[in-house]
């Protein structure tokens, strides 16, 4: 088991059939003690109590960093230490620029950046005394560039592409990794919305023209590389984790007959 006995905390861990449940699941699979954080607390107690003993529920908006420092406090308190640090708390609210109202683009930056920049900064302390830790950012294809509706994510997502890089570097003499995920998965609320919504339909179309959309354990299996000894070279990397979407150049193509 590679995360025996590690100290791991995973941020929206509650969400059924979501991206950071499937991270808790793996880690726990692999040994590790994690404390499923999600602003809604049944979600994360019912998700820890699915994981059994090796799990602990905790309530936490990652929106309020004092929140956050308790929670790492919490952790640290508890276990003597802290080893893996997944940000993995996301959402948007769809809107083009010129119409985005300041509570969206604040709420957005709030929910994808700055809870980032909090998980962070709480983690790096107890990670720097001890000299060692992997911190684990979610990012986002759209933080690679522009994507019509997603200003203020786009915005939020390119600005957890630099936190992880300057963290990265202002960090390896500490013996802290930092790295970040850029996922494309199916997850429940997602695959809700492909079926639900016109929009959701095309976006879905268009997404699968370039790449299969992944199960959330695929992604869970990347931030398992990163938690592990196995990248304990790898750092400051951005990782998509997408089946290949990433790696085509936008409308230009030449098919060959
Ligand atoms: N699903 C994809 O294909 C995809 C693509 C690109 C990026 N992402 C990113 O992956 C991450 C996870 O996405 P997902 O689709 O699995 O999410 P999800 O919606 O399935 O789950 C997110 C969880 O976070 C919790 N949460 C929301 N706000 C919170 C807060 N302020 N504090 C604590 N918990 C909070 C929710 O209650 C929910 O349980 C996000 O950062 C998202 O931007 C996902």
Redesign the pocket.
């Known amino acids: 088991m590679k995360l025996h006995d590690q100290i791991c905390i995973v941020?929206?861990a509650?969400?059924a059939g979501?991206?950071?449940e499937a991270i808790a699941r793996r880690f726990v699979a692999e040994g590790a003690r994690v404390v499923v954080?999600?602003?809604?607390e049944d979600?994360a107690q019912a998700v820890a109590a699915d994981l059994g003993e090796l799990a602990i529920p905790w309530r936490?908006?990652?929106?309020r960093s004092a929140e956050v420092e308790a929670l790492v406090e919490a952790a640290v308190r508890r276990f003597g230490r802290l080893d893996v640090m997944v940000n993995?708390?996301?959402?948007t609210t769809p809107g083009l620029l010129g119409e985005l109202d300041d509570q969206a683009w604040s709420d957005v930056l709030n929910?994808?950046l700055s809870?980032t920049f909090y998980g962070l900064r709480a983690a790096l302390r107890p990670m720097r005394a001890q000299k060692s830790g992997s911190i684990i950012n979610?990012g986002?294809?759209a933080g690679l560039g522009g994507a019509p509706g997603l200003g203020a994510y786009g915005a939020a997502k390119a600005g957890v592409i630099n936190l992880t890089q300057t963290a990265a570097v202002e960090n390896f003499k500490g013996g802290v990794r930092v790295n970040c995920i850029l996922?494309?998965?199916a997850?429940e609320?997602?695959l809700a919305w492909f079926e639900a919504t016109e929009a959701g339909k095309r976006t879905r179309s268009e997404i699968e023209a370039y790449a299969r959309c992944g199960a959330?354990e695929e992604i869970a299996a990347a931030a398992m590389f990163l938690a592990s000894r196995d990248s304990s070279y790898v750092n400051g990397a951005v990782l998509p984790v997408d089946g290949g979407l990433c790696a085509r150049v936008g409308c230009i193509s030449a098919e060959i007959e």
């Not at 936490?60 to 929106?63: A, E, Q, R």
């Not at 993995?88 to 959402?91: H, L, R």
Request: with cysteine.
């Open positions: 941020t929206g509650g969400g979501g991206i950071g954080c999600d602003i809604v979600k936490c908006d990652v929106t993995n708390v996301g959402f929910g994808n809870s979610v986002s294809a996922p494309n998965a997850t609320p997602l959330p």
